[in-house]
């Protein structure tokens, strides 16, 4: 007799779609300018004042009234950055001005530093040779040239990254409107299991899984809440995916997802809340469980991811990254995809699309991605992780694909 599993295969992309489906944006929340980064911002930001907002010379040299022309004249004043001057320019005469300072009343350009001489450094007022002919507004960025008043310099929706951050410091947004960064708690399960601190006893390997989601949650903008190892039993399991369930938006387990019969994990979740899918056609990861459960602060996803490394973090990358994306307020939470030519043959799964793992680089003779494999790509394998930036979608077919074709890359690193 065969066992089969009660769960029906879905594709990745219905996989997909059930689950964003269930992952919500919750309200907006304020945050310190110093910790939204990656977030993705919750309210149109309009520039209460002009930059600069005053004229500001762009260049060390002097400030100058431009129909003087080139010529001598005394310096009557010099003004830098952060001060104002208390001299007007008037005919006939320059002021020493550094990069930055306010343009002082009279002057309409500034002559730079390598367009003049100083003739008497010791007088008390010192003579200037201008030997530039400067034009009105020289060397001069006008009140409002990089923003202006009212200008909408960031939109509801956009990612706060070094140069948004920028942007919110010179409108004065400390407190900023964001969403939230999801919490994702994360579980191993497996009596095999050990901390990575532990010499191994027979039978036993270390818990690859959570130092490496962890890690990934950060990577993509998660707050990780670690919740430990779970031994194989129905109690230790319930009381950690409870706590999980408490603790964070998003739960993940590892392990016991299969058809063992200390598989725990998807009988627990049917039984805490409704189980979505339990099996995608996809290699790795068939076994991958998404189920959802309603607690008192709200409704909560969850994710078992099978055991095995490869398969964890893969299905890491294709369903929990997306569903985080979303819940962060991302507009469009999928992964960026863009075409690769294989730098080698490789060979199809006739039952189901494959998920390789493979490094991209560009091809700068060819103008395209070249994508190479990391390798063998058993998925107990982390080594076929290593130095992957993308996860090329091989199509569920038979026979290979050949070096040159051109395949779609999920992107999971920077390229
Ligand atoms: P399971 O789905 O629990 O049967 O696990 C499948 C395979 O993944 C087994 O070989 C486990 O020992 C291994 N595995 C499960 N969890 C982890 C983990 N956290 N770290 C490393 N390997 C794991
Ligand atoms: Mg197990």
Same mark, same amino acid.
């Given at each position: ?57 762009? *260049? ?51 002559? *730079? ?42 939109? /509801? ?23 939230? %960064? ?29 130092? *490496? ?58 039984? /805490? ?23 008192? %602060?709200? %409704? ?116």
């Amino acid at each position: 007799m065969t066992t089969r599993s009660p769960y029906s295969m879905l594709s990745v992309e219905d996989a997909l779609d059930i689950t964003l489906a269930q992952a919500h944006t919750p309200a907006p929340v304020h945050r310190p300018l110093s910790d939204v980064r990656g977030a993705i911002l919750a309210a149109d930001i309009a520039a209460r004042e002009p930059l600069p907002p005053f004229p500001a010379s762009t *260049m060390d040299g002097y400030a100058v009234i431009a129909a003087d022309g080139p010529g001598d004249y005394p310096q009557i004043g010099e003004v830098s950055a952060g001060a104002l001057a208390a001299f007007t320019v008037k005919p006939g005469t320059v002021a020493y001005i550094t990069t930055g300072a306010p343009l002082p009343e009279g002057a309409d350009a500034v002559v *730079m530093i390598e367009e003049t001489e100083r003739l008497d450094a010791a007088a008390d007022t010192p003579r200037i040779r201008i030997n530039q002919q400067s034009k009105t507004g020289a060397n001069v960025r006008q009140v409002g040239v990089d923003v202006e008043v009212g200008q909408t310099v960031l939109a /509801a929706g956009e990612r706060l990254d070094p140069a948004e951050i920028g942007l919110l410091a010179t409108a004065g947004i400390i407190d900023v409107p964001v969403f939230p %960064r999801p919490k994702v708690a994360v579980l191993s399960t497996g009596d095999e299991l050990i901390e990575p601190g532990e010499s191994l006893g027979p039978g036993q390997i270390r818990d690859s899984n959570r130092a *490496m989601l962890l890690a990934a949650i950060r990577a993509v903008g998660g707050e990780p809440v670690d919740l430990g190892i779970s031994g194989d039993t129905q109690e230790a399991l319930e009381l950690r995916v409870h706590r999980g369930l408490t603790q964070a938006d998003i739960l993940l387990t590892s392990g016991g997802v299969s058809m063992g019969d200390l598989d725990l994990v998807k009988p627990l979740l049917e039984h /805490a809340g409704t189980v979505h899918y339990g099996r995608v056609r996809m290699k790795p990861g068939k076994p991958v469980t998404f189920a959802t459960a309603d607690v008192e %602060r709200g %409704r909560r996803l969850v994710f078992g991811l099978p055991g095995n490394p490869v398969s964890s973090l893969v299905t890491f990358y294709l369903f929990v990254v997306p569903a985080l994306r979303k819940m962060a307020g991302w507009q469009d939470p999928h992964l960026r995809q863009v075409k690769a030519r294989l730098a080698q043959p490789l060979p199809l799964d006739a039952y189901r699309p494959e998920y390789h793992r493979a490094t991209l680089t560009w091809d700068a003779d060819q103008a395209c991605f070249l994508a190479a494999s990391t390798g063998i790509q058993a998925s107990s394998r982390l080594l076929s992780m290593r130095t992957a930036n993308a996860l090329l979608a091989l199509p569920q077919r038979e026979g290979t694909m050949a070096a040159g074709e051109l395949v779609d890359a999920l992107l999971i690193g920077d390229l």
